[in-house]
């Protein structure tokens, strides 16, 4: 069976606003300016609790170990229909972090990447998540579902660290 699913893109956005589209890959991403250094940017997406605290805390993250630079950690995340739960490693790739699933009952897989450029006074933070869940379920929904998701996210470190010092 075969299914055509359109492609959702965020509205027109201004200039500096935060966005969420979603790629032909059916991966979504999202853009947004923080009024932070590269480095510090870099240096607070180290932690994945940081990310979910900024985020409104709704998803449950726990460090479990510490593999040389990579840091394994298991999340809960509400969703419309359940709580997914996952593990995944977040390593270091020069320009921010990129995650890859280590286990979960509800995910087949799951790839996201936190990206850092300047950006004027600050950087121009960009994630990109891509996954498949271990169950029947639309694409359609998942990528609708994930391109608002994202957008959230975005808007809420927009607000929270997007004010110039």
Request: aromatic share 8%.
């Amino acid at each position: 069976m075969s299914f055509c699913f359109p492609l959702l893109l965020a509205p027109l956005a201004l200039a500096g606003s935060p966005t969420a589209v979603v790629l032909p890959s059916q991966a979504v991403e999202g853009t947004a300016w923080v009024a932070l250094t590269p480095a510090d940017a870099l240096q607070r997406l180290s932690d994945p609790t940081w990310v979910s605290r900024i985020d409104g805390g709704a998803t449950v993250v726990s460090v479990r170990s510490k593999e040389g630079d990579c840091v394994v950690a298991d999340y809960a995340s509400p969703s419309t229909l359940m709580t997914v739960r996952y593990t995944v490693r977040q390593c270091p790739t020069g320009h921010g972090y990129r995650s890859t699933l280590v286990s979960s009952s509800d995910f087949a897989s799951y790839v996201s990447e936190w990206s850092v450029a300047a950006d004027g006074a600050g950087s121009t933070l960009t994630y990109r998540v891509q996954l498949a869940p271990a169950f029947p379920v639309p694409v359609s929904f998942i990528t609708g579902t994930m391109r608002r998701d994202v957008l959230s996210m975005m808007q809420r470190f927009s607000e929270k660290l997007g004010t110039p010092p």
